[in-house]
């Protein structure tokens, strides 16, 4: 048996943070992965979904393909992942050991033919996608991120389940490519963990391009038949489709042997952790989607960065709060930080609000880009942002800077003040604060 420090199972944004940082600093590590290096977002999630959204803007101008647009997705993929992982991971000093871990104890795994152990180990093994309990879907053979860049050929009539992040940006750019789409959400909206208005103008953006939502839809059951067409039966009808694809959650990957030693879930089945990213079992830690906090690479990669330093000097403290920004994909893309319109009139007895559509300003006039608008929010006495929200071009890349301002504490007055390069999307977050102190 191998012995090590550090024993990180899962080589995503979580799992690689924190095997290099121990690793450069001398420590004896070790990374189990079963499938390939870069975890979900990089080899089936963020990365493929951006490739195909932006082939998807202009592929019918370019005359591609189907075929030329899924080489063109495969061959970003491969760039991301790099062609020399393992001796990269050798110059960090890091042992890469290939296969499914099987935990015999806390700290001891099997890898393959491999049995090895340390002092810490972590579990950063993620999610995959999870398929909800609808009557014959699972037979329906559906498609999910994972598969859906594999279909041999675009599909005529595509049917989404699930209305949130990854249903709303393969939805849109398979609509762009050609398919007929229409969006099934059980929820009584999509994007629903964004403010009401942004959910509102999305769905009327998505439907004037020709997708068909479905909000508040009950899904009877799912059927595929000898000829391949899928049928999904609804409360209110029935409809027929060449493929279905499934983005409605997430499952956890627990590694084996864990549930035999007593590894402690939460009601979701995620791995239960202390505010520092301890489980119940000595010498284990978690980090990662597979905790169920908010799944996104760059938080993965914050919460990663707090656990290998508490694994380093042996001390476990909190992991501090911090706001954490999202963002969606689509065109326009949709920016998320702070509190909802919503969430913030519960929070405080007062506060404001203001609204600037793009279409006011120039940078988005003349680039012929004035779908959406920029929302703020602020405590009604000391002006403090609460939140703010974005759908627009570059709503994505605006949302930093708000989030940035609203995790220092600074006041809509401050940001109103602060000069803006014109003419430039950034304006957008400067007048919309202003229109809050106004």
């Known amino acids: 048996m191998s012995t090590y420090d550090l024993i990180v199972i899962g080589n995503g944004s979580a799992g690689d943070n924190i095997a290099r940082t121990l690793g450069r600093k001398g420590q004896r590590v070790a990374v189990v992965e079963s499938e390939h290096l870069g975890g979900e977002c990089l080899n089936d999630g963020c990365i493929p979904s951006k490739a195909l959204i932006h082939l998807s803007k202009d592929a019918n101008g370019r005359g591609l393909g189907w075929d030329e647009v899924v080489a063109s997705i495969h061959s970003t993929q491969l760039r991301v992942r790099g062609s020399d992982p393992n001796g990269g991971m050798r110059g960090d000093g890091i042992d890469l050991y290939w296969g499914e871990a099987v935990f015999g104890a806390p700290t001891r795994v099997r890898a393959g033919a491999s049995e090895i152990s340390a ?81 509102m103008e999305l769905t009327a953006i998505l439907e004037r391009e020709g997708m068909r939502v479905v909000a508040g839809a009950q899904i009877q059951r799912v059927d595929r038949s000898d000829d391949g067409a899928v049928t999904i039966t609804t409360a209110s009808g029935r409809f027929i489709f060449d493929e279905v694809l499934v983005a409605a959650g997430r499952l956890p990957q627990v590694p084996a042997g864990l549930a035999e030693l007593g590894l402690e879930l939460d009601k979701r089945g995620f791995v239960a952790i202390s505010p520092c990213g301890k489980t119940n079992l000595d010498g284990l830690w978690a980090a990662g989607d597979i905790t169920g ?43 998320h930080a702070g509190m909802t319109e919503e969430q913030a009139r519960a929070d405080r007895a007062e506060i404001r609000v203001a609204r600037l559509d793009a279409a006011e300003l120039d940078w988005f006039r003349t680039t012929g880009q004035t779908d959406g608008f920029a929302k703020v929010i602020a405590d009604g006495q000391s002006g403090v942002l609460l939140g703010a929200h974005f759908i627009c071009a570059r709503g994505s890349t605006l949302v930093g800077e708000a989030c940035l301002a609203i995790q220092h504490g600074l006041t809509a007055r401050q940001v109103a003040s602060t000069v803006h390069p014109y003419p430039t999307a950034s304006e957008l977050f400067r007048w919309a604060c202003a229109k809050v102190v106004d």
């Open 293 to 335: 906090k908010f799944q996104f690479t760059h938080f993965a990669s914050y919460q990663a960065h707090h656990i290998g330093k508490h694994i380093e000097s042996g001390v476990c403290e909190p992991i501090p709060e911090t706001t954490v920004p999202w963002a969606i994909f689509t065109e326009p893309e949709i920016g």
């Open 119 to 199: 002092t810490n180990v972590v579990i950063a093994t993620g999610t995959g996608p999870g398929l909800p309990p609808i009557p014959g879907l699972a037979d329906a053979r559906p498609q999910t991120n994972r598969t859906i860049f594999t279909l041999a050929q675009l599909p005529s009539r595509l049917a989404v389940i699930g209305g949130g992040p990854i249903g709303l940006e393969l939805g849109q750019s398979f609509l762009r490519l050609g398919s007929s789409v229409t969006l099934f959400e059980a929820a009584p909206r999509i994007a629903g963990t964004e403010d009401p208005e942004v959910s």
